[in-house]
């Protein structure tokens, strides 16, 4: 049995996956297509959702599809991109919602509020979340690295168990904006899991899966 995190280069949601002994799969474009690396229990795959195969029975899923052509930071930019960029986001995402559904495994869709949100074909998130919503997750020396707001849509299935709250102070505000959008980190910090967050599902998750595997 494996953890799949798709369209995720940073690894950060695979990390309390991997420390508990499942392999992790983290596929993306931006790792490289002739050296797959593995860290432990973490692969580092190139690959893309509308097409990459798992290699063994999937016991979770996450997926953080694209959102750069459909987030409302970029709104601005929609009439230039057009409609071919606006369909190839939503096939990411409808690439992640049937590997999920596929799987058969509890499966989450992360993207932030963006045009995916009001597209009836989409249809509304499960959940909305802000990171600073599970910094709690954290240890106290890192909990300032969670303590910001970006409102965060999820869309989930298979029996995914929303975690509970644990939430501190967003003394940060909303650290993405402040960064501006000259920022050449902007898109990369933006595009990693809240740190907590992923501490957090797999605490919600995990147990469950664990029963299950044993039955």
């Known amino acids: 049995m494996i953890a799949v995190f798709l369209f995720d280069e940073s690894g950060i949601m695979a990390q309390p996956w991997a420390e508990a002994g499942i392999e992790c799969y983290c596929v993306d474009t931006q790792h490289s297509i002739r050296k797959p690396r593995k860290e432990g229990n973490i692969n580092y795959v190139w690959g893309d959702a509308r ?11 996450g997926a953080f599809p694209e959102c750069t052509n459909v987030s ?35 499966y ?16 509304k998130p499960d959940h909305y979340f802000n990171p600073c919503d599970y910094g709690g997750y954290l240890p106290p020396d890192r909990r300032r690295e969670a303590a910001y707001t970006k409102k965060t849509c999820i869309w989930a299935g298979n029996g995914f168990v929303m975690p509970e709250k644990k939430s501190i102070e967003p003394v940060d505000g909303s650290k993405m904006w402040k960064m501006g959008s000259g920022n050449p980190d902007r898109q990369k910090e933006r595009a990693k899991t809240p740190p907590g967050f992923n501490i957090a599902v797999f605490e919600a998750n995990y147990p469950k899966i664990l029963v299950e595997s044993e039955i």
């Open 51 to 61: 097409w990459w195969t798992p290699p063994a029975p999937v016991c979770f899923l």
């Open 72 to 106: 409302g930071s970029g709104a601005r930019d929609w009439p230039i991109k057009g409609g071919i960029l606006l369909r190839d986001a939503i096939e990411q995402f409808e690439a992640c919602r049937r590997a999920g559904g596929w799987s058969g495994a509890p």
């Open 108 to 123: 989450f869709i992360e993207n932030p509020v963006s045009k995916f949100s009001k597209l009836s074909h989409i249809g």
